[in-house]
């Protein structure tokens, strides 16, 4: 029904509800007929509306069952409006930011394969199975300085802080420089490996991981990047509550992406509003 009765649109609503741009305002016409209309707090959640920007439905549960019904009531009456197509005269640059140039795009998932609780609730085994989704920049300066058998610090410092995260329940938290005990990984031979060592500021979350991975390519282009991170992490995030207990293993996968899925452009999680900190992460 979804598909075919419905044009699914999925955004990060921290960005467009701050958008001073076509799309922007045509956002906040959606999502201020609904509960959330404080722009300037979240507005998270799913609605349904209609080409003019008139709000059907809206709801933040996950819940299937009531959003099927409400798809089903609005679809039964609907009728579609005479609405000339919206034509993007702005866009915000702020909050539109595609990869640097020549940069290679690397999905980034992790996963914790055991160690959490039993249970019978649901929503919590799918949590517990969940395998997340992250793209991480590789600037065309880094992939030449990989090529070359060298690893560039700042590529290195960019992974252990914003990637090497458990983000499987939720939002991570991304770690301080000074969070970083241990950094050491080499390229020789265009293999990888290395070690990491991350803790929190007040020593209630940590991970320790080996990594091994692969970089090759050609004319300063990498055309292969595959890097795993192997270890034990241990505490919660503030968004990513309900960690399993005491240490347990954390596994992150990374891997270069072909560009043809629509989610390869969207920026990594750590950059948000923070691009510049983001690529560089000494700072």
């Known amino acids: 029904m979804l598909r075919e009765k419905f044009v699914p649109v999925a955004i990060d609503q921290w960005y467009t509800r701050r958008q001073k741009d076509t799309e922007g305002d045509f956002y906040r016409k959606i999502a201020g007929q609904g509960p959330r209309a404080d722009f300037n707090n979240t507005t998270q959640g799913l609605y349904i509306a209609d080409p003019a920007g008139k709000l059907f439905f ?3 549960n996950r819940g299937p069952e009531r959003i099927r019904r ?26 539109v930011t595609p990869p640097p140039t020549g940069a290679a795009i690397i999905r980034a998932s992790a996963r914790i394969p055991n160690g959490y609780p039993d249970t019978d609730d649901q929503w919590q085994k799918i949590f517990q199975t969940a395998v997340s989704r992250d793209n991480l920049w590789i600037t065309a300066d ?14 290195i410092r960019r992974i252990a802080r914003f990637h090497l995260v458990d983000n499987t329940r939720g939002q ?11 950094l050491d990984v080499s390229i020789k031979d265009g293999k990888i490996s290395g070690i990491v060592i991350l803790e929190s500021k007040d020593g209630k ?7 091994n991975g692969i970089a090759n390519g050609r004319n300063g282009r990498v055309e292969r990047f595959d890097l795993l991170s192997v270890g034990d992490a241990f505490g919660s995030g503030q968004y990513t509550l309900e ?7 954390l596994e992150i996968a990374f891997q270069l992406v072909d560009g043809n899925d629509t989610v390869d452009n969207l920026p990594p999680h750590a950059s948000r509003g923070w691009v510049d900190g983001y690529l560089y992460p000494e700072r």
């Open 142 to 155: 880094e992939q030449k300085e990989l090529l070359d058998d060298r690893m560039p610090e700042r590529l």
């Open 70 to 95: 409400f798809m089903q009531e609005t679809l039964a009456s609907y009728e579609p409006p005479t609405v000339e197509p919206l034509v993007r005269e702005s866009i915000d640059n702020r909050y």
């Open 243 to 249: 960690a399993p207990p005491g240490k347990f293993p």
């Open 205 to 211: 979350r940590g991970y320790t991981a080996k990594l």
């Open 58 to 60: 809206y709801n933040n």
């Open 172 to 182: 991570p938290t991304s770690w301080a420089l000074e969070e970083i005990r241990t």
